[in-house]
């Protein structure tokens, strides 16, 4: 699936596209794949209207820390792979905002998330 057209669908970060893939799922311990490779698994789901997001655990390859991935970058849920598509490479996920067990309900913090990851659905920013 390619990333939405920003001039007909607005980017929402906190909800996933596909509903009907998620709930009443549970995503804990599913892969997460990124564009261009795995990045580790979920540790953590939130489904919550307007604040749904993934925590994934990405063990050695950013050096064991925890990214927060907001659910609108989730791009399909393969069930029988227990696999999480994300349509962001590993050096986007990399570069987001360090996620922050004590401040990832803030509002301040969230609005930061939701931006760096909005950002990448302009037509004029160029791609890693």
């Given at each position: ?35 261009d ?6 540790d ?39 696999k ?19 401040v ?25």
């Open positions: 699936m390619d990333r939405p057209d920003p001039q007909t669908t607005p980017f929402d970060p906190w909800s996933f596209r596909d509903e009907a893939s998620v709930i009443g799922s549970e995503l804990v311990g599913y892969k997460v794949e990124a564009t490779g795995g990045i580790g698994k979920i953590a789901a939130n489904y919550d209207v307007d604040a749904s997001h993934l925590v994934v655990d990405t063990g050695a390859w950013i050096f064991g820390k925890k990214v927060m991935l907001p659910a609108g970058v989730v791009n399909q849920v393969d069930h029988d792979g227990k999480v598509h994300v349509d962001r490479s590993k050096d986007e996920i990399k570069h987001a905002p360090e996620y922050d067990a004590d990832h309900t803030d509002p301040a913090y969230r609005d930061k998330l939701g931006g760096y990851y909005g950002e990448m659905y302009d037509p004029a920013r160029p791609r890693l």
